[in-house]
């Protein structure tokens, strides 16, 4: 298609990104041979449209959500719509309702690789404000194919996490505020790239598991080795991926954590378990004191007494409990994942 832009230009946000792609989106020029695809986290259902109708307002470019199929054209700025993963795929829009990578579906990760393997050398990353390292792979596949890394200052980023860990982890090519980054695109897309060469095979490898709904132990294994925990969403096994920049963990039913949002999601996960716990202790201990009264009026004082302290005991576990999780809930709102 002749509109077929040359340059694929791959940003990514989370909290506090929706002012900084406000801000981002404005300073775009509108002639650049590029396509842009936008992975923002926010995952309420409708948010897509308000984010398509906020961006619109500050660009000429024509602004829409990601639809399955259709043809990227040059111009043109593709957010991914919630609960479903974006990805680039011969010149065309992919989306996948594959498990969520990072907590997240849509993921900044999934789509950055595909734009690696799609584009390779013309594949731009961009990372803006937020928390935890979200990014961070998806932005190492990038270099590694070839394209060009693109972060925004975290000085100047409301949550500074996800552009200081890109930073932290790789030699990223520009790190820049957000009204220069249209600028600093327009120089980017004028040099002459390399000679294209394909993604690294792992890349490809991880792009392909992305682009199913389920996926095999036989596709873990090529790109990870198997260790000693557990996905905290389905209970297999996690297998720790291997060539990438930060460490990583990988289920063969699709689920992706970095350590640190592997951390996050066990501590929810433990959490919802005992609270489910404490629900059931809670009922034990009613059930007992219900048996306790029943047998006190049919006069059996033994039978009464024994429930009587079981239900007590019951409540001292109870006690317990509910410590435990006030102590996980401060710990959690005092840690600033």
């Known amino acids: 298609m002749a509109n077929h832009p040359k340059f694929i230009v791959v940003i990514g946000a989370s909290a506090g990104g929706l002012n900084a792609l406000d801000e981002l989106i404005q300073t775009l020029p509108a002639g650049l041979d590029a396509a842009y695809c936008i992975v923002l986290h926010l995952s309420r259902k409708g948010i897509g449209d308000f984010v398509v109708h906020r961006l619109s307002k500050v660009t000429s470019m024509q602004c829409s959500m990601a639809a399955n199929g259709a043809t990227i054209e040059a111009g043109h ?11 680039v795929k011969d010149g065309k829009i992919l989306l996948g309702s594959g498990p969520q990578e990072n907590r997240f579906r849509p993921s900044i990760d999934v789509l950055f690789r595909s ?114 925990f557990a996905c905290p969403d389905c209970g297999g096994n996690l297998w720790a991926t291997k060539g990438d920049i930060i460490n990583r963990y990988r289920c063969h039913i699709g689920h992706a954590y970095t350590e640190r949002d592997l951390v996050v999601k066990q501590a929810e996960t433990a959490s919802t378990t005992l609270w489910v716990a404490l629900r059931m202790m809670e009922e034990r201990k009613h059930l007992l004191r219900k048996l306790e009264v029943d047998y006190a009026q049919k006069g059996y004082t033994s039978l009464s007494l024994d429930h009587h302290e079981r239900k007590d005991e019951m409540q001292r576990h109870i006690d317990t409990l509910k410590v435990i999780l006030s102590d996980l809930q401060n710990h959690d709102t005092a840690v600033p994942y």
């Open 115 to 228: 734009a690696a393997v799609a584009y390779t050398s013309h594949a731009i990353g961009v990372i803006l404000s937020g928390m935890l390292d979200d990014g961070t792979s998806g932005m190492w596949a990038i270099k590694r194919s070839g394209g060009t890394c693109i972060v925004q200052d975290p000085n100047q980023a409301e949550y500074p996490d996800m552009p200081l860990s890109v930073i932290n982890n790789m030699d990223v090519d520009h790190v820049s505020v957000l009204c220069e980054i249209g600028a600093l695109l327009t120089v980017v897309t004028s040099l002459d790239r390399a000679s294209e060469a394909p993604a690294p095979q792992d890349v490809l490898l991880e792009s392909q598991i992305a682009e199913k709904t389920a996926v095999g132990i036989d596709d873990i294994e090529q790109i990870g080795d198997k260790s000693v």
């Open 77 to 87: 700025i593709y957010v991914a719509p919630p609960n479903q993963h974006l990805l």
